[in-house]
């Protein structure tokens, strides 16, 4: 008899599949997900769903000190709040002083960024210098910038109060200084991600400089464009402790932003309910707003 035919065929080791491991751990992950999303949940509606939802009743109410006491009287609070004259001026100069500064702040940063990628020795000097000013509060930049203008003024015998246009221009010099250095890190990230090849064949294609800045590299620096441009957008219409420290509204509230408009009505009682009826009003205002920009920017970008 054969021995092939005899002898006994040993059991094959089965293989283990592909991807088991991977599938074990996402199921792990999604298992115990709501362990660490939870906490995180929670805090966001505690701190901010749950807050917004009282601050939209509020804006319903009459005089309330808390919202225990707050009584509901329809929208008589939103209609006081578009009839307020220091509101509507408040709006204008809120939304000359945001397109002014979107416009200045992303020129200037991404000049500094172009200028700062093209080999330039000390450019991480430069871009720590540039950024800097960011880190600084803006109560702090307020009042340092408020003796810094009063200081140049008082040569011609005036001040940075003295007149709306000293206080508009003061704001936007202030912020200038605050933001350009933080859009400009932005906009070095964008710009170092612009593919070599894309630039090389701009190149040998006889493009000039200004043709592969606004052809080639632009285009491509579009996600970049997007981010600065809501983040100055939104920075623009929320400013605040700047306003605050550097003219308080003055003179004659004539440079009162929205943010300090809608802080000043809610100091007093009978003016609480109209004060948060603005600020839901500005909420959906600048969410719109920011909303619209990212959708129109975002059309706009290269697929790469």
């Known amino acids: 008899m054969d021995k092939s035919t005899t002898s006994t065929s040993k059991p094959k080791k089965r293989k283990k599949a592909k991807g088991g491991h991977s599938s074990m751990t996402r199921r792990s992950m999604r298992r115990w997900s709501w362990l660490f999303i939870g906490p995180v949940f929670a805090a966001f509606i505690i701190g901010f769903i749950w807050p917004f939802a009282q601050g939209i009743y509020l804006s319903f109410c009459g005089k309330f000190n808390t919202i225990s006491n707050a009584k509901f009287q329809g929208f008589t609070n939103?209609?006081?709040?578009?009839?307020?004259a220091t509101f509507g001026h408040a709006f204008w100069f809120t939304a000359l002083f945001a397109i002014?500064?979107?416009i200045l702040i992303n020129l200037?940063?991404?000049?500094?960024a172009y200028a700062l990628t093209q080999g330039v020795k000390g450019s991480n000097l430069f871009r720590t210098v540039f950024f800097m000013p960011n880190l600084i509060g803006g109560i702090v930049l307020g009042y340092l910038w408020s003796m810094i203008f009063d200081g140049i003024l008082?040569?011609?015998?005036?001040?940075?109060?003295?007149?709306a246009e000293y206080g508009f221009w003061g704001l936007i010099i202030l912020l200038l200084w605050q933001q350009v250095g933080y859009m400009m890190i932005i906009?070095?990230?964008?710009?170092?991600?612009?593919p070599e090849d894309m630039i090389e064949a701009a190149k040998i294609d006889g493009a000039t400089k200004s043709q592969t800045l606004f052809r080639v590299i632009i285009p491509n620096v579009m996600p970049s464009i997007t981010i600065c441009t809501f983040l100055t957008?939104?920075?623009?219409?929320?400013?605040?402790?700047?306003n605050l420290a550097l003219t308080?509204?003055?003179p004659f509230r004539q440079t009162e932003m929205l943010a300090l408009n809608i802080s000043n009505g809610y100091s007093a009682v009978n003016t609480r309910g109209v004060a948060q009826a603005k600020a839901v009003i500005f909420f959906i205002l600048v969410a719109t707003l920011g909303i619209a920009q990212l959708v129109s920017?975002?059309?706009k970008e290269v697929q790469q």
């Open 78 to 84: 939103y209609i006081n709040a578009f009839q307020d």
């Open 100 to 102: 002014v500064s979107v």
């Open 108 to 112: 200037l940063a991404f000049a500094a």
């Open 154 to 163: 008082s040569i011609y015998k005036t001040s940075i109060l003295a007149k």
């Open 187 to 194: 906009y070095i990230a964008g710009l170092q991600a612009v």
């Open 233 to 242: 957008l939104t920075n623009g219409f929320k400013l605040y402790d700047q």
């Open 248 to 250: 308080g509204g003055q």
């Open 297 to 299: 920017t975002r059309n």
